[in-house]
């Protein structure tokens, strides 16, 4: 062989040697850090089947090293925000209340009368300061006789006197709308009458007028809660 054809020789051995080592040089190049999959020369992207749907991958390759976007990836969670705090309702519950007072006919009204005394006067303006106080639900306005006279007379007198209170109670500020008011004549006495026969207070002769005093009467029932006191 001339010289010149083992120069040809030698030319062609050192090209096929270079091409031999560039291949595995260029893929460790385009091998990037944490990702056994392989990827492309040009751009850096990974390579994958026809389908696009999985990556070609080296025996270095684990979960851990994988490409993100490829598959067997481990797919990031995601924290999720945390609950708004629930805010608690602040219930607030209403002290129910409930009471009654009288209004004494004997000192209240003149006898026969429906005309509110002075006195009777003073006794509901008290009364009215405790019941401002209250978030009244309803008011029973009850007027009561003693057992003398006729029902002709006792049972209007004790619609009268009922209807007195209120009316006294409306014009102090108490909502008529929860109010009522009945007069029930001689009936549901405080004292017997028949106790009232004969009897004697210190050996001295006690008249019906007198002992039956608490019979002539009105009551006032209310129901409703106490007011919230401020702070």
Request: with cysteine; hydrophobic share 35%.
């Amino acid at each position: 062989m001339n010289n010149f054809g083992k120069f040809g020789t030698a030319l062609a051995l050192a090209s096929l040697m270079g091409a031999t080592q560039a291949a595995p040089i260029a893929y460790e190049q385009n091998k990037q850090p944490a990702n056994d999959n392989w990827s492309g020369a040009a751009n850096g992207s990974v390579w994958k089947n026809g389908t696009d749907e999985l990556c070609w991958r080296d025996n270095f390759w684990t979960p851990a090293t994988a490409n993100a976007l490829c598959d067997g990836a481990p797919v990031p969670v995601v924290a999720k925000p945390a609950p708004a705090p629930v805010q608690q309702a602040v219930v607030q519950t209403r002290q129910p209340v409930s009471g009654v007072f009288t209004l004494g006919a004997d000192g209240a009204y003149a006898l026969g009368s429906a005309v509110i005394t002075p006195k009777g006067k003073q006794i509901l303006d008290t009364a009215y300061a405790k019941l401002a106080s209250y978030d009244l639900t309803s008011l029973k306005i009850s007027g009561y006789t003693d057992s003398q006279g006729g029902e002709k007379i006792n049972t209007p007198l004790s619609k009268n006197r009922a209807k007195s209170v209120n009316d006294y109670l409306a014009a102090k500020g108490v909502p008529a709308s929860k109010m009522t008011h009945e007069g029930y004549g001689s009936t549901n006495y405080v004292v017997s009458p028949a106790s009232c026969n004969g009897m004697k207070i210190n050996g001295r002769p006690v008249s019906r007028t007198v002992c039956e005093a608490p019979n002539r009467r009105v009551e006032v029932k209310f129901d409703g809660f106490a007011k919230p006191t401020t702070n």
